[in-house]
């Protein structure tokens, strides 16, 4: 069995689900009461992907208050993908991601100097009171670099296995576009030696 190692960061501003949504995905279960992240917690999940390759997400909660944001790059060192999320009831936090994302592109990169593949979550979509259109999610999306978006719901469950899934797919597919040449996905039963038969496909 092939295991690989990968870091995923989660952000975006405070209240908007990070903490929950981790834990809705790592745990299994919901609860409505949460202290707020002081700097980054800390999260690790098992993902089958075949019957002979799984991958080991270190899941990064990085915490969304102003004061915490200037220590992002440390936290950012050798991410191979990223959630940022909103609160589809709060546009402040919508319009936040554009920063979010930028922040990103200029702490982090992939080793092949190309931006860190990212998904946006607009998350809370099981609120009546929703102020973001899924018209105006899809051109942010478009036009911030982000490969795809997806609406969650951490209380109902909706597409938190799946947004992750789907963020493993593609992390996973820019590692095996590299030039061959380049460093695989960090494998974590990887011989010591010369490294033969390395690489995700």
Do not use: H
């Not at 940022?84 to 554009?98: A, G, K």
């Amino acid at each position: 069995m092939t295991e690989y190692l990968l870091k995923v960061l989660v952000v975006g501003d405070g209240n908007v689900g990070k903490s929950s949504f981790v834990n809705r995905y790592v745990n299994g279960y919901f609860t409505k009461t949460y202290k707020m992240t002081v700097g980054v917690d800390f999260s690790t999940k098992l993902l089958p992907l075949t019957d002979t390759e799984k991958v080991r997400l270190q899941l990064w909660d990085i915490a969304g208050q102003e004061r915490f944001i200037s220590m992002t790059r440390i936290y950012y060192k050798g991410a191979s993908g990223c959630i940022v999320m909103f609160d589809v009831s709060s546009n402040s936090s919508f319009l936040s991601c554009r920063q979010w994302k930028q922040d990103l592109d200029l702490k982090a990169r992939l080793p092949s100097g190309e931006p860190v593949p990212c998904i946006l979550l607009a998350n809370k979509c099981d609120l009546s009171c929703r102020v973001v259109s899924a018209k105006s999610i899809d051109s942010f999306c478009k036009g911030n670099g982000f490969f795809a978006w997806m609406e969650t719901s951490v209380k109902d469950n909706k597409n938190i296995s799946e947004s992750i899934r789907r963020l493993v797919e593609e992390m996973m597919s820019v590692q095996c576009a590299r030039n061959p040449m380049e460093e695989a996905p960090l494998r974590l039963d990887a011989p010591p030696e010369d490294g033969s038969g390395a690489g995700c496909c």
